[in-house]
């Protein structure tokens, strides 16, 4: 099959195919543990809670997809009948191919998914209120008839959406989100601490490339966010004349977003949504005015 570029996937199916990298991963933990001599249970019981979470998550994204994908045949199949009513009947071979694709679309198995997710819930169950009566052994032999019927599943949906796809190393992201989640953070976090870090990045450069001197203010004096906040200033009042909207723009910024920086990058806060959207909105804004001010050489 030949391979698909995530971009080039609908949205849904690049949710399903990030699931999809999340749970392979998860696998891999999972069957890593299981070689162990001595089993750590607790530690698979968290594994067994991230499998069921993407399951139940992959449940409702197949589902929206399913729909996505029938609407799309029907409005497909409508303009093959109006084209060929326009035409007197006759059809080209391409029509020909695009209607047999429409009656070929490939089911998915939204009904496995749902019996995974139960047989790892009844699994979880028995591991939680019996596991003291449980050997290792028993513990090895029911994961390991499990975790066969998951792989499979995995290929099955890959396929079914025709996701072969070539991901790239976002996806990588999840492994990491399920590794922070115990810690009090995750995907909110994960995507906050993306925009503001490259924030940073974007205005330390700016600073070395236009050869900017950097003073030590009274105000920032023993604080953590001391560095960046005097770079940010120094640079946009350095560039005031230039580049006034900046100038209006870093008047305009909020103390909120200077408080979220601080608890997200600082103290691993995880923002809420509307958190999120603030730092998002606010972070792209000034990026954009930057984005004319570099250099044409770059400083290596």
């Known amino acids: 099959m030949q391979k698909t570029w995530v971009k080039d996937l609908s949205s ?3 949710e399903i195919v990030y699931k999809l990298e999340n ?18 249970r607790n530690r698979i019981q968290n594994l067994l809670f991230g499998i069921k979470e993407l399951l139940d998550s992959l449940k409702i ?4 997809y399913s729909d996505e994908v029938q609407s799309t045949a029907v409005i497909r199949f409508l303009n093959l009948a109006q084209k060929a009513q326009s035409q007197k009947g006759a059809m080209t071979i391409e029509d020909l191919r695009d209607l047999i694709s429409i009656f070929n679309t490939p089911k998915l198995p939204i009904g496995d998914v749902e019996s995974l997710s139960s ?3 009844m699994l979880l169950t028995l591991f939680t209120h019996a596991s003291d009566k449980l050997s290792d052994e028993y513990y090895r ?18 396929a079914s959406i025709g996701a072969e796809a070539e991901l790239g190393a976002l996806p990588k992201l999840g492994r990491l989100i399920s ?7 995750g995907e909110n976090w994960v995507v906050a601490i993306a925009y503001l870090q490259a924030l940073e990045v974007v205005v330390n450069k700016l600073v070395k490339e236009l050869g900017i001197q950097v003073k030590e203010e009274a105000e920032f004096k023993g604080k ?10 120094a640079l946009v009042e350095a560039l005031k004349d230039k580049a006034v909207e900046l100038a209006r723009l870093e008047e305009q ?16 806060y995880e923002p809420n949504n509307t958190e999120l959207n603030t730092i998002i909105t606010w972070t792209l804004q000034i990026l954009e005015k930057f984005k004319n001010l570099k250099p044409n050489k770059s400083v290596q």
């Not at 032999?141 to 890959?158: G, M, R, T």
């Not at 953590?224 to 200033?233: H, L, Q, T, V, W």
Request: charged share 35%.
């Open 141 to 158: 032999e029911k994961l390991y008839e499990v975790v066969p019927k998951i792989e499979a599943h995995i290929e099955h949906v890959s």
């Open 253 to 268: 910024l909020p103390q909120l977003f200077w408080d979220l920086r601080h608890k997200v990058v600082h103290a691993g």
């Open 23 to 40: 749970l392979k991963e998860l696998l891999e933990d999972l069957k890593h543990e299981l070689s162990k001599v001595s089993l750590d």
């Open 61 to 64: 994204l197949l589902k929206r």
């Open 224 to 233: 953590e966010e001391a560095g960046f906040k005097r770079k940010f200033r």
């Open 12 to 14: 849904t199916a690049k």
């Open 119 to 121: 047989h790892i819930g």
């Open 179 to 185: 590794s922070t989640t115990t810690w009090g953070f």
